[in-house]
């Protein structure tokens, strides 16, 4: 860390600053430059709360050198987490991890005759809510344990790994029964308990940016499950609000680089949630895999126009099978030349 002093600050100032760092057991080293003064702090194991200076007298701003997710950064863990889904394999280059299936488990019809047509299509695992956080309490809520016992049974039928989605610590261990990847979703993104708890589930959990949040505040909450003992997080791009008025959402897809450069966690997006509209998700999907993306994440039901949630985004099964086929045949050409951009 770096501590800014003030033009015009004391030297008592300075040495109440140095005495602050050297009482922590850190070591205070002054830097005077022609203008300004400035105390770099060296000796710290991890990063420091800037704000344990900023209200000493003097001090213009400290600012922080070492990255606060150290766990989830590449500063200290270079290489590319590759997290294994059966066969499959999750980051460092081998997807796309393909992820498709209702918004809601519905009925024991509705998901068995989803899982079967992605079975055939290629991908490579079954997602649908049992349990879904809904923005108005009178939507369909999700079928709960039920639902949980229905994607069992999909999953019996298929082969297919589930991902599916815990909204509280309840949830979670119902989940648990069956969840291959465990979800948690963009409003949970910063529900610290959940995160704590799914730390410590032992299944890869999938952490979707919360609808507001930054790229620094989604690594911060990948933090609290490495933290917690979890090592196999994937982050999840699903759209942020702006302004944009077109979309349900706006798909910050250049945080797909920029999360594969500070940090080594695989990267999915979801272009079901941020475009809201069906006709928007196949050229969001191929545009994520062209930026990187280890995985992507959409919706398909069998009948969107009966669908109890999130009908208007729902691929039919003949559109996901092609765009599953169209994400295939685009990875290849895109790996083969990204090198060459480096
Ligand atoms: C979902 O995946 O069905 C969902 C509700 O997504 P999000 O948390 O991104 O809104
Ligand atoms: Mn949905």
Not at 33 to 55: H, M
Not at 189 to 217: D, I, W
Not at 303 to 330: T, V, Y
């Amino acid at each position: 860390m770096l501590i800014a002093m003030k033009q015009g600050s004391t030297r008592d100032d300075l040495a109440r600053v140095c005495r602050a760092v050297e009482d922590l057991g850190f070591h205070a080293h002054v830097l005077t430059g022609s203008q300004r003064t400035a105390v770099a702090i060296t000796g710290n194991p991890g990063p420091i709360d800037p704000t344990l200076f900023e209200a000493l007298p003097g001090v213009a701003e400290a600012i922080a050198v070492t990255r606060p997710w150290t766990r989830a950064g590449r500063d200290a863990h270079p290489e590319d987490t590759v997290i294994r889904i059966g066969n499959a394999r999750i980051g460092s280059g081998s997807g796309p991890f393909v992820v498709a299936g209702p918004c809601a488990v519905e009925s024991e019809e509705q998901i068995l005759s989803v899982a079967r047509i992605l079975k055939d299509a290629g991908a490579d695992a079954l997602r649908g809510g049992a349990y879904k956080p809904r923005s108005s309490p009178y939507s369909f809520q999700g079928l709960g344990r039920d639902g949980v016992h229905l994607l069992a049974k999909a999953k019996e039928a298929t082969g297919l790994p589930v991902v599916t989605e815990a909204v509280d610590e309840a949830s979670l261990e119902q989940v648990l029964r069956v969840a291959d990847i465990v979800q948690i979703g963009a409003r949970n993104m910063q529900n610290y308990a959940l995160l704590k708890r799914a730390g410590r589930c032992g299944r890869p959990v999938l952490l979707k940016r919360g609808l507001s949040a930054t790229a620094e505040e989604l690594l911060l909450s990948a933090e609290y499950l490495l933290d917690a003992g979890n090592p196999e997080v994937i982050l999840c791009e699903r759209g942020i609000r702006t302004f944009s008025q077109h979309s349900r959402y706006t798909l910050d897809l250049s945080i797909v680089p920029a999360l594969r450069e500070l940090s080594h966690l695989p990267v999915f997006v979801d272009p079901s949630h941020a475009t809201g509209h069906s006709e928007r998700v196949a050229p969001m999907a191929r545009a994520a895999v062209a930026a990187g993306a280890d995985g992507v994440l959409f919706e398909v039901h069998p009948a969107p126009e009966r669908a109890l949630s999130d009908a208007r985004q729902a691929l039919l099964p003949g559109a996901a099978r092609e765009l599953i086929a169209q994400l295939r045949e685009l990875a290849p050409i895109v790996s083969r030349r990204t090198e060459a951009l480096r």
